[in-house]
């Protein structure tokens, strides 16, 4: 116990930094998700060409792998080009903590498309032509209808993916970004305490994942709010 | 920037020795966590609390922790403790080998548990009805009616838990498992030439999920013969 406590500075200092790179994917999830779905939905042949290859290449290769080919392969082209302006360079990357970031945000996303998809495909057909006969433009019929009921039908499948992004921030320790595995190695080689050290941030891990099950819950409470009297 | 071709035809004799690593790592960790689902989702759908409670917690433990996180306690964490280390246990718990299996198990169990319970409810409830009309006892209701359901219902959730599974054992390269992650991580090292070896790896894990996706898709289609 007298372990934790002396590393709880850092501990928390790494939980930060975790969460920090939650919201940063996040956000890129939400953004590969949207576009994803909407090229996926599109008439254009080669829109949804593209959409479905990014979902399979990012679903079906290891989480793990694809962030060390976005680090290393990052690296070694931007080192090269650095080069190419002055040889003395010998290591240039893009920083760990982005590089996790977006090859964290790649996965999700890839599965984020599909739920959107699905979520899209869900609205009552009725409706949208509705809007349209009301005389709303495109752009409102997406902003004003399609949007706000899209995330109600998706907010389940979301609430999974938020669950899966969380674990695979532990992910980008290997790479060097300081978040809390990575402070309970460096508390290892100092207190020789690993079982004590990883059992730690497994139980950090545990609570942020309740964290973000209780906050879906609300959520999804707030999204139905409408049908609450009803019920 | 070049990609060198002759790279990957060099490095593949190495990486098909890392495919024979994870497909060992692989089979092992999915029969014997489905395997173990099996008796845990039989506690968790028991109506006595301290065989359903106890499965509650280790499903939402193993649920909501990384699993490279839940690798990390076990083969770098057990050490610590006296018992592991001076015990009989130690032989299996100093093998990298043997600590990937473990925890990956341990992880498909708590995940296919789930799913299976999921499974389970999904059966019509007037099924089960009737076969206890008919006179059938609880045991006899649940492996001739309740099961094969329910494991029908489960397969297509249980298909994306064994491409999870098989990405999961990737993270096996973090504790010096040579799988093919591990190989291609090492070549890079050697080489300096990530783009090669990486996405040679990349493409060795697209085809295993290819074939496994398609496996279960026939399987699918073998179970469901009758419906439609």
């Known amino acids: ?3 934790i406590i002396n590393w709880s500075d850092e501990f928390l200092a790494g939980a930060m930094v975790i969460i920090q790179l939650f919201f940063v994917s996040l956000l890129m999830v939400i953004v590969w998700g949207l576009l994803g ?37 990052s690296a070694v082209t931007l080192t090269n080009i650095a080069r190419s302006w002055d040889p003395e360079i010998r290591f240039m990357d893009i920083p760990p903590f982005w590089a996790g970031a977006f090859a964290i945000s790649l996965v999700i996303g890839a599965y984020a498309t599909e739920t959107f998809r699905g979520a899209f495909l869900g609205i009552d057909k009725g409706l949208v032509e509705a809007a349209k006969a009301l005389g709303l433009t495109r752009f409102q019929v997406f902003w004003r209808l399609r949007l706000p009921m899209m995330w109600r039908l998706a907010l389940p499948g979301f609430g999974n993916h938020l669950l899966s992004l969380l674990k695979d921030t532990a992910l980008v320790s290997v790479i060097g970004v300081q978040g809390i595995l990575f402070t309970a190695q460096q508390a290892t080689t100092v207190n020789h305490k690993p079982f004590t050290m990883y059992l730690t941030v497994a139980f950090i891990f545990l609570a942020l994942s309740t964290v973000i099950v209780v906050t879906m819950k609300c959520i999804e409470k707030y999204a139905y709010r409408h049908l609450e009297a009803a019920r | 920037m070049t990609f060198d071709g002759s790279l990957i035809i060099d490095s593949l004799p190495r990486l098909m020795d890392g495919l024979w690593i994870t497909l060992r790592l692989y089979v092992l ?19 006595k609390k301290y065989l359903s409670w106890p499965v509650m917690g280790y499903i939402y433990f193993f649920r909501g922790t990384p699993i490279l996180v839940q690798l990390f306690i076990i083969y770098y964490g057990l050490p610590q403790l006296e018992f592991i280390r001076t015990g009989p246990l130690w032989t299996f718990f100093r093998e990298p080998f043997f600590c990937a299996w473990f925890a990956l198990t341990l992880n498909v169990a708590a995940y ?45 959730a249980y298909s994306n838990e064994m491409i999870s599974v098989l990405k999961a054992t990737a993270l096996a390269s973090t504790v010096t498992i040579f799988d093919v992650t591990g190989v291609a991580r090492k070549i890079v090292a ?11 790896a990349a493409i060795i894990y697209l085809v295993l999920a290819w074939v496994i996706q398609n496996g279960v898709r026939h399987l699918e289609r073998r179970i469901s013969r009758y419906a439609n």
């Not at chain 2, 999915?30 to 989702?41: E, H, K, N």
């Open chain 1, 1 to 3: 116990m007298q372990e």
């Open chain 1, 37 to 73: 779905a909407t090229a996926k939905l599109s008439n254009s042949r080669i829109a949804r060409g593209i959409a479905n290859g990014f979902t399979v290449l990012c679903r079906g290769i290891p989480e793990f792998l694809l962030l060390l080919i976005v680090y290393f392969g």
């Open chain 2, 29 to 47: 960790a999915l029969t014997c966590g489905t395997t173990l689902a099996i008796a845990l989702v039989l506690m968790r759908i028991s109506s």
């Open chain 2, 112 to 156: 296919t548990a789930e799913i299976f319970r999921g499974g389970i409810l999904g059966v019509n409830s007037g099924l089960v009805e009737a076969s206890k009309a008919l006179g059938m006892t609880y045991t006899q209701t649940f492996r001739k009616v309740t099961a094969p359901i329910a494991f029908k219902l489960s397969l297509p």
């Open chain 2, 190 to 200: 050697e080489t300096f030439a990530p783009y090669e070896i990486f996405l040679s």
